[in-house]
């Protein structure tokens, strides 16, 4: 008897696709309407400090039962004043810090929690009919 098992390798990108050439491309970039146009929009701007434009890309490998992995991380960094990019830096995989999530879930203060058949009952009503567009 032969046992075949479902198990999936699939890779998907989430974030930024950059280019191959990444570090010449930000080495080259002088203003904020050139890292829009090559790069795109940042995911985050600093809030406080130096304001700093971030743009974030991996691969995220999913293998059967394993856990999900990510790979080909990497990281840019672009120091902004006013319209001009002053700095930029590229950080990759070997440069990241190792983060490991904690297990289990963060409590929220005052949250109420509901079991599945108090769920159930919550929901009624709140959704319309499909096809009547509300």
């Known amino acids: 008897m032969i046992v075949v098992?479902?198990?999936?390798?699939?890779?998907?990108?989430?974030?930024?696709?950059?280019?191959?050439?990444?570090d010449s491309v930000a080495a080259s970039i002088k203003t904020t309407a050139q890292l829009e146009d090559?790069?795109?929009?940042?995911?985050a701007?600093?809030?406080y400090g130096d304001p700093v434009w971030i743009y974030y890309g991996a691969d995220?490998?999913?293998?059967?039962p394993l856990p999900v992995t990510y790979g080909n991380r990497t990281v840019l960094l672009a120091w902004v004043r006013g319209?001009?990019?002053?700095?930029?830096?590229?950080?990759?995989?070997?440069?990241?810090?190792?983060?490991?999530?904690?297990?289990?879930?963060t409590q929220i203060p005052a949250a109420i929690e509901l079991n599945a058949i108090e769920e159930l009952f919550n929901n009624i009503g709140r959704f319309s009919p499909a096809g009547l567009g509300q």
């Open 38 to 43: 090559k790069i795109g929009a940042p995911q």
């Open 45 to 47: 701007k600093t809030l």
């Open 60 to 64: 995220e490998n999913m293998r059967g």
């Open 83 to 105: 319209n001009r990019v002053i700095r930029t830096q590229v950080l990759r995989d070997a440069d990241l810090p190792r983060v490991k999530i904690a297990d289990g879930e």
């Open 5 to 22: 098992a479902g198990c999936t390798f699939q890779t998907k990108h989430r974030g930024y696709v950059f280019p191959s050439d990444l």
